[in-house]
Every structure is written in C-alpha cells, then in structure tokens.
C-alpha cells in the first residue's frame, strides 16, 4: 500500500483499499451493484473498474461465478488485485490493465452474460481540472466517452446479455443515443433523487443487446425522506431495503 493509499471497511462486509488520489466509493458504486442482476454461474465484466468495488459487490452477493475487472490506469489495477486478495476472491474477480476501446470477447474467454459500468461522466473539457492525473482520468472522458463504453459493452456481450450503467440525468440523451447506435437496447430505467424536493442525481439504466424496443420506467428512488434526514444520513425505508439486500428485487 502506498502512502496515498487507504483502507476501510464498506458495506456486506468487504474490506477496499483505495487511492486518496482517485475517486472514493459512493453512493452511486453501490447502487449500480445493487441494481445488477445476475446468477451464480455467470460471468461478468466492469468497464473503468477503479478499485474493483463493483466487482467485489456482486461477488460478495453471488451474483456471478466470475468478474473480470478492466481498467486502464496501472496502479488501480494493482489496487483491484490487492482488493480481490484481501477479500479472498483472486479467483474470482480477475483485474486486467487494458483499453476498454480495444479489449474483444475472445480476451475474456468469449462472450459474457453481463456488463457493469461507472463511466466518466464528465467530457474532456468541463469541470475544474483536478490536481490529480488520476481523478481527472476517473471523471472525465480521457480514455473513451460513453459511445466507446457503449460499444465495448456491445462486443463482450452476447445475444441477450445485460449491460447495467449508472449515469448522470442531463446526460441521459447521449447515455441512450449511444446504447441504440450499438444495438443495446434501454429496458429498464430509475431516476436517483436525494430526497422528493431534489431533481434526480443520478439515473440507473438496464439494456438488453438484442432486445426489442420497450422501457419500463420505474417509480423514482427516493435516498431520504426528508433533507433532514438526508443531514442525518438516514436512509428511507426503500432505500434501506436495497442497501441491506444489495438488490433492487422488491423495488417495483
């Protein structure tokens, strides 16, 4: 562990390392984890993977027998590998250092029954540059914007697997512009929304490559019931619910 390195203890009980120069693990991570959906022998991949959280999260949940963890900085794929270690999971959750631009199905053993992704949501040229090279890489769209993460998803998938993405809600156009032009279909979608007097943070998106058209929207995920107890931290009883079954199965 490096000096710029931290440990700590999240949620189903894994222990992350992470970099205090990177992004830290957030609400978002968590939903996107919860909001996946698989089974116990499928395999599956995380585009622009970070510390590996998402990984971790559906395996600890068995939610697939196998995570392939890709992302392109160096030190963070060291940082899943060690995350993976430390967990007891080297076997199951595989970090590799790649291009989600040039990474193919036949990299990974073939074609997989499902994608995850916390892309970048921010273009190269918006937002404060962050001091350092590695947030920056993690916010914004150096290294592939969302129609490269869209048709990576596209070629590791195979007919009818599911691509699961957390985006931001101004972005959403160009979230489902590029899911279309890669013929990944939007099938389900949820607005995020701290509590009912804010505008939704965030948007949870299932696609289907493959699928016909026809999206089910369903009803926003209220964080808090009030912004008092958004202060406070205290969960609504839908979003406790999925913070306790890491799933969005009784979330109709």
């Known amino acids: 562990m490096s000096n710029s390195d931290i440990s700590l203890k999240i949620n189903e009980g894994l222990t992350l390392t992470e970099s205090r120069d990177g992004l ?5 991570a968590y939903l996107l984890a919860a909001f996946t959906q698989g089974g116990i022998k499928k395999r599956c ?17 068995n939610k697939f027998n196998k995570a392939y963890a890709i992302e392109i900085q160096e030190r963070f794929a060291e940082i899943i590998k060690q995350n993976a270690e430390q967990n007891g999971f080297s076997k199951k959750v595989i970090p590799l250092c790649a291009d989600i631009r040039e990474i193919k199905a036949s990299d990974l053993d073939g074609e997989l029954d499902s994608v995850t992704a916390n892309p970048p949501y921010m273009t190269v040229d918006s937002g404060k540059r962050n001091e350092h090279d590695e947030k920056f890489i993690a916010r914004h769209e150096v ?31 160009d979230l489902i512009c590029s899911l279309r032009a890669n013929r990944l279909e939007p099938k389900v979608i949820v607005f995020v929304h701290a509590t009912t007097e804010n505008e939704p943070s965030m948007v949870l998106v299932q696609s ?20 008092e107890d958004a202060k406070n931290s205290k969960l609504s009883a839908d979003a406790k619910e999925i913070y306790e079954s890491c799933s969005f199965k009784n979330f109709k």
Do not use: M
């Open 24 to 28: 830290t693990f957030g609400t978002d």
């Open 45 to 61: 991949a995380d585009l622009g993977s970070g510390t590996g959280v998402i990984p971790l999260l559906c395996i600890q949940r």
């Open 143 to 173: 290294h592939g914007d969302i129609g490269d993460f869209c048709a990576c998803a596209y070629r590791l998938l195979k007919h009818g697997g599911k691509f699961y993405t957390v985006w931001r809600p101004d972005r959403l156009c």
């Open 208 to 227: 289907t490559k493959g699928a016909a058209p026809g999206a089910r929207i369903l009803r926003p995920l209220i964080l808090h019931d009030s912004r």
